[in-house]
């Protein structure tokens, strides 16, 4: 079977190059630079789009519960509670730590 797919894509490979007067390495090279451009770019506008939001994160849970006695809480739910708070949040109203203090309560007890 391995050799058939070989066979299949040598012989894919050449009709290509001869179909389109151009080497195979040619083509590839430019599909990898073209999509390492894309790639850089994409990862670019993340990055801009990022160091302009606010965002919250497991270490705020962490945060406040050492604030008011880590013991009390569990970490382990700190993600759970993280995503259920970004889900439900009121987007007119946005996030405060009185919501991060809320989920803490409510969903992080012992």
Not at 79 to 92: K, T
Request: with cysteine.
């Amino acid at each position: 079977m391995e050799s058939k797919v070989k066979e299949l894509t040598t012989a894919i490979l050449k009709a290509v190059n001869v179909k389109i007067d151009t080497p195979v390495r040619v083509i590839i090279e430019t599909v990898l630079e073209k999509s390492f451009y894309d790639l850089e770019k994409e990862v670019a506008k993340l990055k801009e789009e990022l160091e302009r939001s606010v965002t919250w994160s497991v270490e705020d849970f962490e945060s406040k519960a050492n604030e008011r006695g880590a013991e009390q809480y569990d970490s382990s739910k700190f993600p759970d509670a993280l995503e259920g708070m970004i889900g439900a949040h009121d987007c007119e109203y946005g996030i405060t730590w009185v919501h991060v203090e809320h989920w803490l309560e409510q969903e992080c007890k012992k």
